[in-house]
């Protein structure tokens, strides 16, 4: 089943000439695992962004998105709240409460969730992410990566169809990121739950996505499984963004079927 589709998808910022994004066509399908790759200002952030109207920024929009068959603006928010998760880069702007316990049941209470269940699914959620021994903390007194996975915990905690994130990382450690990251797989093997990420530390992220597209100039480059992206982009200015040993294995090797792994390499 489809998730997204996106048609001939344009999108131009108030006051602007230049397209931000330029004729995207996209399908991301249930239960896949898709990174995002590209330097900055490529249009990333904002084609993330189409797709959860409530963050959708203001411009001209052209094309359509299509959200599980309808398009999405048709969709009520209370069906997009509870079906699209969004975690953001700045991991502060998601934190609304002063408790561990009360953040992962705010979006139930919200959604007019029967007490019954919401404490139901909270401790589900706290066993799944291990934060039971902070449960009933500050979230003040958190650490960085823990406020992340709080993050996560409390949008994961209303059963989204699909988790969206812009960069969750960019403001972690490389311990708590590569933890984060891991948490992201069990989400997507263990859960079924459709990721769509973008991400900046690809050494890692190209290990457990399953397809990565590559964006410049808000213009989709490349659209392939993980393994055969290395084929597309060697020997372009996107070489940077391939894993260490994809990149090694090109200086050193005139043959196709480039590692992604560290363990492959």
Same mark, same amino acid.
């Given at each position: ?91 502060? +702007?998601?934190?609304?409460?002063? /408790?561990?316990?009360?953040? @992962? !049941?705010?979006?139930?209470? #919200?959604?007019?969730? $029967? &007490? =019954? ?104 480059? +490349?659209?392939?499984?993980?393994? /055969?992206?290395?084929?597309? @982009? !060697?020997?372009?200015?996107? #070489?940077?963004?391939? $894993? &260490? =040993? ?20």
């Amino acid at each position: 089943m489809e998730i997204y589709n996106i048609k001939n998808l344009s999108f131009t910022y108030p006051n602007q000439d230049k397209k931000a994004l330029n004729e995207i066509n996209l399908t991301v399908n249930e239960g896949e695992f898709v990174c995002i790759m590209g330097k900055s200002g490529c249009g990333k952030t904002t084609l993330l962004r189409l797709l959860k109207t409530a963050l959708a920024p203001n411009g001209e929009i052209c094309g359509s998105i299509y959200f599980m068959g309808n398009p999405i603006s048709e969709c009520d928010n209370y069906t997009e709240a509870q079906k699209i998760g969004f975690v953001m880069q700045n991991i502060e +702007a998601q934190l609304v409460t002063d /408790k561990v316990w009360h953040e @992962l !049941s705010f979006g139930l209470e #919200n959604l007019g969730v $029967p &007490t =019954g269940k919401i404490r139901a699914r909270v401790a589900e959620m706290a066993s799944f992410f291990g934060i039971g021994e902070w449960f009933y903390k500050d979230v003040c007194d958190l650490s960085g990566g823990q406020k992340q996975i709080l993050n996560l915990a409390s949008i994961m905690v209303m059963q989204p169809s699909v988790l969206i994130l812009d960069e969750p990382t960019s403001q972690l450690d490389p311990i708590s990121a590569m933890e984060f990251l891991k948490t992201l797989e069990r989400i997507n093997k263990e859960l079924g739950t459709t990721i769509i990420i973008t991400e900046h530390r690809t050494e890692e992220i190209f290990s457990i996505c399953d397809r990565v597209i590559a964006m410049d100039n808000g213009m989709i480059l +490349a659209d392939e499984r993980k393994e /055969k992206l290395p084929d597309k @982009l !060697s020997g372009t200015e996107f #070489n940077k963004f391939l $894993p &260490t =040993g994809a990149r090694i294995y090109e200086k050193l090797s005139n043959e196709k079927n480039y590692p992604i792994t560290v363990r492959d390499a």
